[in-house]
Every structure is written in structure tokens, then in C-alpha cells.
């Protein structure tokens, strides 16, 4: 069973349009996120001003790279509301 | 869309439980602790049920995963236990012997069990994000991904659903363990007995449109809110998931969905005023600065300890307010307006939150009612298993041999479906005892009470 | 005091798993395997693609048989995942499971320390040094047998205990069903219908005891207590002292009844709570059990009035102690009615203040028209919580079971007797779970629910022939509303039982709200730490029946574990004293939370002596020795000092 | 970078899950940290704490269950004792007492044992750096 059941399983079924469509949306989100992170940490609301997207997928999606080591999280801001994030350095 | 295997050799073991969360286990384990061969059949991808994703539990605060993983790997690695995860229940029939005849149908996880070794090497491959229902959707996982990091078999499973069949993972996996040629295989078990451990499903909180759930971002449910307390938090703090924010107002809403007759669910979850008052207790520890009120009718701390822990919780400062919750309005900001009926003032009033958790009551696990071939199986009036003998012999179900643990009778409590569980098994044990040394005509009549 | 190391002389082999390469991306693990194989007493030393293949595993078998070897160390993941499959494949070559020994440097070397390899081999090899140190001075274990007698003492006859007798009896043991009172049935005898199915107590409590009699392996005896008890699980020693009845059959019922009726000696009921009087020889219902009257000797005044009567009495009769041999010991001793202070809600001090069970039972008596010393009863004020969540008092705890029962009453008061006015003045309504329901009913036949709270209590004054109660609604924004009613009734709730002698004799652990103690609430709900004590129904705190039933069914399940094989094994890493370095100061024996010690006498004087029935192996006893005699064999002092020395590089 | 040596008694069904979870999770500590595992945080004996100092440990960390221990409440009480009458022992060395830690640690405390060991190693190292 060496590296080729893929195959098998591609015969039987097919991706849907709106699977492929939905991640391509959210590869695309998340690379207008790490663009917001590029210049270095910064706080929820900073990232989704200056990437536009929403807050709430700007929740998800870093915290999604949070738990998959792309980004971690600093110290809280002045106001002790948010967290600042950073991307992790690629190794 | 798949073809399905049929397995044509017909397994036997004394009983079988249907469900693997806490109550199934534990009545799994004293079977099998008296030497009876049990089969455990779990729907989900590991065993722990509700339990193994709570943080603390009330009224002690002990750590829920300290309790439920020495019981999950106790019976994972028990000699007269079989578990088979990722299984429905297809056709349950008796023949002329009492004895019951269960199909089953084990779905694939496109992964070899017994060759992956849980290095998560495919999740880190697998390119698909999708809502993590473990983490009750506040966090994305893979396509390719292990369910939960306690989870009971440690092993990855394919989300074919998610899929994009990129083959990545199966690129990445060292000791080849995916597999994607798998196909469901039907299997028939024989049993003398069945216990039925569905536990409960939680009430969907958007369906009261009036509260904003599933519509304003801050407002969670109160599993939500279970997850963001565990040490495997989505957020690694508590957040508000609109923005990011750390919460300083938090407000909960009982009786979301219980006690209830506009929603179809008249009775009391039982649960839900002390896992409230416990994840303030936790809220208060995590978050130094928060203040949390809980809206209530009335605060149902009856078990041993549990009152206590509400003079406790006041005690901290916790902010109880007796009022009903009629209304909750989204600001531009996020912040939620709570509206309510004040019983001490008797005025409507008004108040902000920066979160607001709605305390989501249970409702009965309706696959119970899908088990396949069995129409006869009583309900009660609230769609739960009905007990028959509730005062005297109340896991029995209508049916002989079939029996019932935890919340598929009524919503309990942890301590409660453990006992429940203790209990069945007395009777389990029993009935295959006497099925082995009687017909089912005389078992009828010594078995007393029917 | 170190050891030398290699004075064993056994032949260890090591194996070390790559894990894919979640160990090797990370451990050298050629270098850590070519390092190993120089360890003393290693013979071999082999590096290992997935050691928890079909194919390593058979691997390792043919080593062990071929090689041989006596011992083996797997170096892999966690021992949680997989210390019993390698356990399988040591007993498969041959090896006693505890000559192999599992270290973990995957998920505590390897992962841990991804960030720095060099240092996780490093580390991975001092882990494995550990393990060859450990293993090398390891001894084969052999699970403990204890016989265990397949029989029971349940205390206490009420629902709990009898169903729990039934059950236990049909699961093959001896069951011995000790009661206190001279009749079976506990409290719920004393109850009329119940919530939430209107069964009656004495259709339930006659159902069970016809149970009981159809099944010759339980042995009732009423009128009876402990006095002793010895032994530990398994083997307990037990005494009974049986109190006479005075009353033996076989007498006709006839002669009963005028023994009754002759019997000058009147005296309250408790039976009714007070509510009637009865005579000094006495039956509480009809069909109850055994159905044998009996003569209360502390108010019998020997008159010999009922001996004209009735042969079947004897006042001559003498107590007997009887002597029991049980496996497990079953504590249903069930609860009291919180009995109100003198005063508390003018109990004791107006005549029309009742408790709750005092008006169940009232029920149970009344028939058509309900009415109380005579006077039909138009209103009823229900004040909760009388006895329970007292906020500053000794029962912090709710009863639970009590404002159910007292929506239960209402309903009955106003659908069989037509009371029309029906006030529940109480501090929240907690009809959890289905119970609802039976609030909701009470609402809508018009039962008028009021809320105080601990500050504000209420007011009970005498007014005229009612009872004036005044109270600060908190459901009308605390408006002070006075309400009449021609009877009170104090929703009280459960207190344990004085079982003092009991407790006392067998050292029944007692929580904060003095019921009896489980283990924990979750992990051992129905043991308690005295190995083979299981406790059920309302001792442990206040329950319902059916929860009650479920606990003492649950407590069945455990002590079916205990007992059903005649023999308990025990896990072999128990406390092991050596006599010869014991002096005994009794420090050991103070730390152990199980009674896992005793002392004995031996020729050379007092040691400490390990009842392996009890012992669970935690290893408490052990640091606390001043002269090190105890050890804790599978984590021996020997071994952990050889571990810290591989350790430590 | 050479971190000061230390050894932690975990315990079986409690707190070495712990330490098993935070490799899971790639949290790191440093690789000197060894843990031995025993079943109970309270039959760790004062002598062994002694014994690894010796032997070149220079922290000891005792990951104690508190009160999810299997064999009951009193382990809390009992590990205490242990510390103290090992710091009575680690003073007639002439071992400073900081170098023993007890905390503890639940079966999925992770992060927490990975904070808490870190703070100690740095800790250690410091006052180890001022004494050289």
C-alpha cells in the first residue's frame, strides 16, 4: 500500500467545486493576514484594518495559525485588551 | 457513492454498549472487570463522549481529562473490551433464543489504525483548513488530522468530506498508514444484551433568534465557552471571538433552551445552572479582572456539594441576578445589550457585555429513536428512553436484554450517569447470567417487577 | 548504599525506536544504540524502525529466546500508549512482565526537546541508562491472590438495601440483610404515594420483600446491629447482637389483635411521626414485614395483659449475637427527617405547624376530607428548605429530594382532597429534570409560590386558628405579603442517621456535611477507603428513590467485582516490609490511607505487617520510615537511587 | 547553552501525562530536565532528593498530583511533608532549599509545567552563575 491509494479514491470520487472554492478563499485570507504580519506583531483589530478582513475571520484563521505553529502570541497591548501576534520566525 | 464490504463471519461477545462516553465505558469496564466480553460501538472518531472535552468539573473542580483517560485507556487496552470507533448501529433484531443481532457498519477512517503512531506528520502536510468541531468550531483543524490530543485510539483519520485529494498526507505518512482504498465494512455481532449509552445532544441555541446566537459573534455557547477553559484551549486564553478581545463583562443566560415550552422542551437540564456557576468560578481565576453575572429563574444546585459551591461562587463575587432574559442587541463594537426582566425590581432593564454565554440545555440524542429495526423500544414524553420501573428498576428499558446508561434516560449529571452505569451493569450482569441458565419465558418472571 | 551496578549479571537487550523518525529526525539513535550496547550487562542492542510492529514485536520474542535474555528495556514512546503491548511481548519470550521496562523518549525527549537534538540524545541515552539501571535490579512481580468470601452484610433494609439484597442474591452470593428497626422498609414504608409515579411506599416495600422471601440465599434480620467487626476485604469477621422481639410465631392473628387491644401501655407512634399513639406491643401497617408484631421493651411495663391473649409472646425471650463471615460490607443505612428546633417556624409551639413527613404521613391516614386534629384543612403554606441550605447553619447542603416531594403533596392535597388554597413560600424552586414538569402542574392548578431569601426569614405567628406567615416576596420586588393558612407545613429535609456505634466500630469515613464519605465522586462513587465497604442510597447524602436505588445498584456492581471469583487479585506493586530492619514506630501505619498496616508480634518483637487486601500500592508508607524497611516493590528504593545515579549522566 | 540539570518525580496517572503532552505539543524545556516516574507524589523519599543532588542534579521538581491524586486528599499534606523535611535535610548539606520545587500539575497542565520548569531553570542558573 505504498504512496498510491490516492489514486484509488480518485476514481470513485470528486472534489466539489465549492470545497476547492472555499479554500482557495481561505488561502487567500490567510496570506492578506501574514501580509498584515509581515512588518511585525500586531494586535486583532490592527491586522483586520490593515488586511480588511473581518475580525472575526481574522480570530479563526490566526488562531488556526497559532495551533499549527505559524504564529504566536506576545504580550497584551497598553490597554490590557488584546494580545499582540507575531509570525514565527520560518526555520 | 462506495461499495461496502460485507464481513459474512458473525462475532459474539455477551453484550454490547452502544455509545463510548463516560457512561459506556464505565459499564463496559465493570462488565469486563467480571470476566464478560463486551463491544463497545462508538459513532464518533474516539471514545471520551462530552466528558473528555470539559475542562474542570463541579462541584470538586478535578480535571475532567484526569478523570476520564485512565478510564478511556483502561478499556481501550482491556482484554474482554472491543471498541470500535467511527461505527453506526445499521439493523438490531432478536431471534427465537432472546439473543440480539446487531449490524454494524464501521465507516472508514482512510487511515490503518494499527500502523499510524499519532506523529501528526499528515496534519502538518494536509493544506485544507475546516471549522474544528472538537474545538466546537472556534479554531480551524486539517482535513488529515488527529480528532482531539487525548483522543481514544491516538490515531489521524481522513475528513473525505473536506478533502481536496491532494495525496499529501499520504506522502508525508512514514510507516504508510493512509488509505484511501478503504471501504465501509459491515460486520454482525450476537449478544445476549444491549445497553444503550447515547447520552444527549445539546439544544442548537440559534433556533431562539431572539438571544443572537449564531449571529453576533459574541455570543457563545456555553461548550463554547468549556473549550476556551481547558488547558487545549482554541485561543490559548479566553477571547472574544469577534474580535480578539479580553473579556471583562461577561454575562451567562440560563434556561437557553430548557424549561422551555416555546422550544418544545419543558423539563430542566439539570446541568446547566452548575457547569455555569463552575466555568464563572474558572472565568474569575483565568481572567483576574472579569466580572460575570449569571441570569437565572432558579439555581438548581441540588447534588451533594453543589450548593456549597453556588455559596462559593457568590462568595467571589459572582453576580446572580434572578430575571429573564428577553432580548440580546449586538453594538457596533461587538458589545452585546442584554435586556431583561428584573424580579427583585420588577422592571425591564438593561445591561452591556462584552460576551455573553448562552447556559444551552440538553436535549435527547434522537439517533437513539433511529436505531434501526426497533420501533418497539418505548420513549418517554420528552423523547428520552422511557423507564418503565423508574423507581425501582430504572434502566431497564420495555425491551428484555436491552437496557440504557447515562443521559439517554434524563439529564444527569456526571456523578449520576456513573452511578447509572454501576447500576446497569448489576443488571446486565444478571440477565446474561440467567439467559445462559433459563428461556426467556421464565427469566420474565423471575426478573422481578414486570 | 549505591549499588554496583552489574552485580546481577542478567542479560539485558535494548531496543530503541526510530518511530518513523519522529524519534530519529531528532535522537541520534545509532549513536545512543552503539553507546547502550557498552552498558553493563546489555548483550545486545538493536535499533528498531516501528518497535511496535507486528514484525519487531516477533523480533524481540525470537531475542529473548534465542539470545536468551532476561530482561529487556524498549526505548519508544510513551509508556501510557503502549507499556502493556511490550509487557505481552516480554510474557511471550518467556520474561515475567516486570523484567521489561518501557522509556519514553519520544514524547519526553525527542519532541520535547526538537528545538536541540544533540541535547535530546544526550538525554534520550541517560533515559535509557535509567531504564537498564531500573530493569537490571528488577524483580519478577506475581499478582497477590486474597480469597474472598462470595458474601455480603448489608446494613440497613430499607429500599436500597433490600433491592441491593435481591440483586446481589440473584448474582450467586450469600446475602446476610441486617435492619435496625424490628420491621424492613425503611423510610419509604412511611411514605404514601411518591413522585413522580404515584407508586406507594408499602406497594414498593411489599413488592421487594416478596422478592426477598422467594430467594433462600438472604438472610433477613430485623430488630438487629452490628457489634463487631474484624478482618478486611474479603474476610470480614462480623458480629450481630439480635434484639428479641418477645413475639415468636406461630399465633393466629386474632390473638394478636388482643394482645393489642389489651395492652395498657400508651405511647407515641413514630411510625406516624407522632400523629397517633400506639400501644407498647405493636405492628405499623398491614401487610408489613415480617408480619410479626412486636413488644417495645423500653415501654413495656411486664404487665402480662397480653399473654392472656396470645401464646406466641414471650417476654423471656433473650438476645443473640450472631457471628457472620462476609467478603463486603453495604451500608444502606438511609437518612432522618430533619426534626426543626423547638421554635423554628413555631414548630413545637403552634399547633398547626407539621413537617413534611409528618403530613405524608397524614395522607397516608386521611381519607376523603383531609383534616388535622379534627379541623378540615381549607389552607395549606408550604415553607421549604426547613433544615437544608442553611447558609450559617450545619447543613450547608440541599436535601434534594424535598421540594419535589413537597409539589408531589400539594398536587395530591388538591386533586384527591380538594384543598383549595396551597401557598409554597421557599428560596427557588429545584425540581430539576423531569420533576419540572410537576412544578409546572402546581402552577397551573393555582398553588401560590412566594421567595425569601436567608436574610429575610419568614414570620410564623398564631392568628386566631391559623397561622400568620409574613414574608418579603422577592417575586413582587420584595413587597412584605402576609398569608393565613390553617395548616403549616416545614418542607424539612435529611439528616444522617445517628449511627454512632456503627461508625465508631466500622471507622466509616464521614464528609463535611456528615454523610457517609465515597472516594470520589466520580472515579469511586461507591467505595470508600476502607477496602470492601461500599456505601448507597441516602448515607451518602440526600437522594430520591430511584436515584437512591440506581447509587445501592451501582454499589451492587462493585462489590459483585470484589467477590464473584472467591479471590481478589491485587496488583503487584504493593508495600513490602522487611522484617529485619523494622523496629516498628508506627509512622508507617499513620501514613497509610487505606488500614493497609498492622502490627505484629514476631519473635524478635513488634513489625510492621502489610494487609495486601488493602494496600494500593500508592507507596505513602514508604518515606516515612525512619529505618528504611519498607519499599515499594516495582519502585524499590534500590531502583530509584540507580535510576537518579544513570540519570545524572 | 548548558542548563543546570534537574529531576522531576512525576506521577503515573497524573502529572507525567502532563509532561507526555507537552511534547506533544512541542512545548519545550530543556533537555536536563529528567523525570522519573512514581504513582504517588507522596512516596517520593527526602533521601532520593538528597541522593540527586549528589549525584549532580541541581533542581528537584516534584510534579504533584494536589488533589486529582487517585489515592485520596491527603496526598497534598503528605508531598508538603516531604518538602519540608527534605529542606531540613538540604540546610545540614548546606544545599539552598530554592533548589526544591513541588507544584502541582494535572494530566493535561502542559503549558503550565513547561512555564513553571522554565522559570526554575532560569532561576537556577542564575543563582548557580552567582555562586561560581
Known amino acids: 500500500m505504498s504512496g498510491k491509494t490516492i489514486d484509488i479514491i480518485k476514481q470513485k470520487i470528486k472534489v466539489p467545486d465549492a470545497l476547492r472554492q472555499r479554500h482557495k478563499e481561505y488561502l487567500a485570507l490567510r496570506k492578506r493576514i501574514r501580509e498584515a504580519l509581515a512588518d511585525g506583531e500586531a494586535t486583532i483589530p490592527e491586522i483586520a484594518a490593515k488586511s480588511g478582513v473581518p475580525a472575526d475571520q481574522v480570530v479563526f484563521i490566526l488562531m488556526t495559525m497559532r495551533k499549527y505553529n505559524e504564529v504566536v502570541a506576545g504580550e497584551m497591548n497598553d490597554d490590557r485588551e488584546y494580545y499582540y501576534y507575531k509570525l514565527k520566525a520560518d526555520e | 457513492m462506495e461499495d461496502i464490504l460485507q464481513d459474512s463471519s458473525v462475532k459474539v461477545a455477551d453484550s454490547l454498549v452502544v455509545g463510548g462516553g463516560i457512561a459506556g465505558l464505565e459499564a463496559a469496564l465493570n462488565l469486563a472487570n467480571t470476566g464478560q466480553q463486551v463491544v463497545v460501538v462508538e459513532k464518533d472518531l474516539s471514545v471520551g463522549g462530552r466528558m473528555i472535552h470539559l475542562s474542570k468539573v463541579f462541584p470538586t473542580l478535578d480535571c475532567s481529562a484526569c478523570i476520564t483517560t485512565p478510564k478511556v485507556s483502561e478499556a481501550a487496552r482491556h482484554p474482554h473490551i472491543n471498541i470500535i470507533t467511527n461505527c453506526e448501529l445499521k439493523q438490531i433484531s432478536s431471534d427465537e433464543n432472546s439473543y440480539w443481532h446487531v449490524r454494524l457498519q464501521i465507516n472508514p477512517r482512510y487511515v490503518n489504525e494499527s500502523l499510524c503512531t499519532g506523529c501528526q506528520d499528515c496534519e502538518e502536510a494536509c493544506p485544507v483548513v475546516v471549522r474544528d468541531e472538537y474545538q466546537y468550531n472556534l479554531v480551524g483543524r486539517k482535513a488529515a488530522f488527529i480528532p482531539f490530543s487525548i483522543a481514544s485510539p491516538r490515531v489521524a483519520a481522513i475528513d473525505i468530506d473536506n478533502c481536496i485529494l491532494c495525496g499529501a498526507c499520504e506522502k508525508a505518512c512514514g510507516p504508510g498508514a493512509i488509505d484511501f482504498s478503504q471501504e465501509p465494512v459491515q460486520t454482525e455481532w450476537v449478544v445476549k444484551s444491549i445497553i444503550i449509552a447515547t447520552g444527549f445532544k445539546l439544544f442548537d441555541s440559534d433556533k431562539i433568534i431572539r438571544y443572537g446566537s449564531g449571529k453576533f459573534k459574541n455570543v457563545l455557547t456555553a461548550m463554547q465557552m468549556e473549550r476556551q477553559l481547558v488547558p487545549t484551549r482554541p485561543f490559548n486564553t479566553v477571547l472574544r471571538p469577534g474580535d480578539g478581545k479580553i473579556p471583562e463583562k461577561i454575562a451567562y443566560v440560563l434556561c437557553t433552551g430548557s424549561r422551555d415550552e416555546s422550544v418544545g422542551n419543558p423539563i430542566c437540564s439539570q446541568i446547566c445552572c452548575m457547569y455555569s456557576i463552575k466555568q464563572a468560578q474558572l472565568l474569575l481565576g483565568a481572567l483576574p479582572m472579569v466580572d460575570v453575572t449569571v441570569y437565572y429563574l432558579h439555581i438548581r444546585a441540588f447534588g451533594k456539594g453543589f450548593d456549597e459551591f453556588y455559596q462559593q461562587a457568590k462568595m467571589m463575587d459572582v453576580n446572580f441576578i434572578k430575571g429573564k432574559v428577553g432580548r440580546i442587541r449586538e453594538l457596533e463594537n461587538g458589545d452585546l445589550v442584554v435586556r431583561y426582566e428584573d424580579i427583585a425590581s420588577g422592571q425591564v432593564m438593561e445591561a452591556t457585555y462584552d460576551l455573553v454565554v448562552l447556559s444551552v440545555g440538553i436535549l435527547p440524542n434522537m439517533d437513539v429513536e433511529k436505531i434501526a429495526g426497533l420501533e418497539t423500544l418505548e420513549l418517554d414524553p420528552f423523547k428520552f428512553l422511557n423507564q418503565r420501573h423508574e423507581m425501582t428498576n430504572p434502566f431497564k428499558t420495555n425491551l428484555p436484554g436491552i437496557f440504557m446508561a447515562g443521559t439517554a434516560s434524563g439529564p444527569m449529571d456526571i456523578p449520576d450517569s456513573i452511578l447509572s452505569a454501576g447500576a446497569v451493569s448489576a443488571l446486565v450482569n444478571k440477565y446474561n447470567k440467567q439467559l445462559l441458565e433459563t428461556t426467556v419465558n421464565s427469566l420474565e418472571i423471575t426478573s422481578w417487577n414486570d | ?649 | 547553552m548548558n542548563t543546570p540539570k534537574i529531576l522531576v518525580f512525576s506521577t503515573e496517572k497524573i502529572s507525567d501525562p502532563a509532561l507526555d503532552f507537552a511534547g506533544l505539543m512541542k512545548l519545550h524545556y530543556p533537555a536536563s530536565v529528567h523525570a522519573i516516574v512514581l504513582p504517588c507524589s507522596s512516596s517520593v523519599r527526602p533521601e532520593w532528593i538528597i541522593h540527586a543532588f549528589e549525584s549532580g542534579f541541581k533542581g528537584v521538581y516534584i510534579a504533584a498530583d494536589g488533589s486529582d491524586c487517585p489515592y485520596g486528599e491527603s496526598c497534598i499534606a503528605k508531598t508538603a511533608k516531604i518538602v519540608e523535611r527534605s529542606h531540613v535535610l538540604m540546610k545540614e548539606k548546606g544545599i539552598p532549599t530554592d533548589r526544591l520545587r513541588m507544584a502541582a500539575v494535572c494530566s493535561v497542565c502542559a503549558e503550565i509545567f513547561v512555564k513553571q520548569i522554565n522559570i526554575f531553570a532560569e532561576e537556577l542558573n542564575a543563582s548557580l552563575k552567582k555562586e561560581d
Open chain 3, 1 to 649: 548504599m549505591t549499588k554496583e551496578q552489574g552485580n546481577t549479571g542478567k542479560r539485558i537487550g535494548v531496543y530503541i525506536c526510530r518511530c518513523g523518525s519522529n524519534i530519529s529526525d531528532y535522537v541520534d539513535v545509532d549513536t545512543v544504540c552503539s553507546e547502550v550496547a557498552k552498558e553493563k550487562n546489555v548483550r545486545l542492542a538493536r535499533v528498531m524502525m516501528f518497535a511496535c510492529a507486528d514484525s519487531a514485536q516477533k523480533e524481540i520474542v525470537a531475542d529473548i529466546t534465542n539470545e536468551p535474555l532476561d530482561a529487556i528495556v524498549v526505548a519508544s514512546c510513551s509508556p501510557k500508549l503502549h507499556l502493556h503491548t511490550f509487557r505481552a511481548v516480554a510474557e511471550r519470550g518467556g520474561l515475567n512482565p516486570f523484567n521489561y521496562v518501557q522509556v519514553n523518549i519520544r514524547e519526553q525527549s525527542s519532541w520535547a526537546h526538537s528545538d536541540n537534538p544533540p541535547q535530546a540524545t544526550e538525554k534520550a541515552f541517560n533515559l535509557i541508562k535509567a531504564g537498564i539501571a531500573r530493569v537490571d535490579l528488577a524483580e519478577p512481580l506475581m499478582p497477590v491472590t486474597i480469597p474472598a468470601e462470595n458474601s455480603v452484610l448489608i446494613l440497613g433494609a430499607g429500599v436500597a438495601g433490600m433491592r441491593s439484597a435481591i440483586e446481589l442474591a440473584d448474582l450467586g452470593s450469600q446475602v446476610f440483610l441486617v435492619e435496625r428497626e424490628f420491621f424492613v422498609g425503611g423510610r419509604v414504608a412511611q411514605w404514601g404515594k411518591m413522585a413522580t409515579t404515584d407508586q406507594t411506599g408499602e406497594e414498593i416495600v411489599t413488592a421487594l420483600y416478596n422478592q426477598i422471601r422467594t430467594r433462600k440465599n438472604i438472610q433477613v434480620y430485623t430488630g438487629a446491629h452490628i457489634i463487631s467487626s474484624k478482618g478486611s476485604i474479603g474476610n470480614f469477621n462480623l458480629q450481630i447482637k439480635v434484639v428479641p422481639r418477645y413475639v415468636k410465631p406461630p399465633c393466629d392473628p386474632q390473638g394478636f389483635r388482643k394482645a393489642i387491644e389489651a395492652c395498657p401501655v400508651i405511647v407515641d407512634d413514630e411510625f406516624n411521626f407522632g400523629l397517633t399513639k400506639r400501644k407498647a406491643i405493636f405492628h405499623n401497617y398491614k401487610s408489613e414485614f415480617p408480619a410479626l408484631p412486636v413488644i417495645d421493651m423500653a415501654n413495656c411495663t411486664r404487665c402480662g395483659e397480653c399473654l392472656k391473649h396470645c401464646t406466641g409472646i414471650n417476654l423471656d425471650q433473650k438476645e443473640e449475637i450472631i457471628d457472620i463471615h462476609a467478603g463486603t460490607i453495604f451500608l444502606a443505612t438511609g437518612f432522618n427527617p430533619y426534626e426543626p428546633r423547638p421554635g423554628e417556624f413555631g414548630f413545637g409551639e403552634l399547633s398547626n405547624v407539621i413537617t413534611l413527613q409528618q403530613l405524608k404521613r397524614l395522607l397516608e391516614l386521611s381519607k376523603g376530607e383531609f383534616r388535622f386534629r379534627e379541623k378540615k384543612i381549607e389552607s395549606i403554606a408550604f415553607i421549604y428548605c426547613v433544615g437544608s441550605r442553611q447558609v450559617d447553619g450545619d447543613n450547608k447542603y440541599c436535601s434534594r429530594y424535598c421540594c419535589t416531594s413537597a409539589i408531589h403533596a400539594a398536587l395530591q392535597l388538591k386533586q384527591e382532597f380538594n384543598v383549595p388554597v396551597i401557598y409554597h413560600l421557599n428560596k427557588g424552586i429545584r425540581t430539576y429534570g423531569k420533576q419540572e414538569v410537576l412544578y409546572a402542574q402546581s402552577s397551573a392548578a393555582g398553588d401560590v409560590y412566594l421567595q425569601f431569601v436567608e436574610d429575610e426569614p419568614l414570620l410564623v405567628e398564631i392568628y386566631g386558628e391559623q397561622a400568620k406567615i409574613t414574608i418579603n416576596d422577592l417575586l413582587t420586588a420584595g413587597q412584605e405579603i402576609t398569608v393565613t393558612a390553617d395548616l403549616v407545613v416545614l418542607v424539612t429535609g435529611m439528616v444522617p442517621r445517628d449511627n454512632i456505634d456503627l461508625n465508631r466500630i466500622l471507622k466509616v469515613p464521614i464528609g463535611k456535611d456528615k454523610f457517609y464519605n465515597e472516594i470520589h465522586p466520580k472515579l469511586r462513587p461507591v467505595e470508600t477507603v476502607i477496602d470492601g465497604l461500599v456505601i448507597s442510597g441516602c448515607c451518602q447524602g440526600p437522594r430520591n428513590i430511584h436515584e437512591s436505588v440506581s447509587s445501592s445498584l451501582a454499589a451492587v456492581a462493585k462489590v459483585y467485582t470484589f467477590i464473584n471469583k472467591g479471590e481478589i487479585q491485587l496488583e503487584p506493586t504493593l508495600a513490602i516490609v522487611n522484617p529485619d530492619a523494622c523496629e516498628w514506630c508506627g509512622l508507617c501505619l499513620a501514613a497509610c490511607p487505606f488500614d493497609a498496616i498492622q502490627m505484629v508480634e514476631t519473635g524478635k518483637g513488634k513489625i510492621a505487617q502489610i494487609i495486601e487486601g488493602n494496600c494500593k500500592g500508592c507507596g505513602m508508607c514508604t518515606p516515612v520510615c525512619p529505618t528504611e524497611a519498607i519499599d515499594l516493590k516495582g519502585f524499590t528504593n534500590m531502583e530509584i537511587r540507580s535510576m537518579i545515579e544513570a540519570m545524572s549522566g
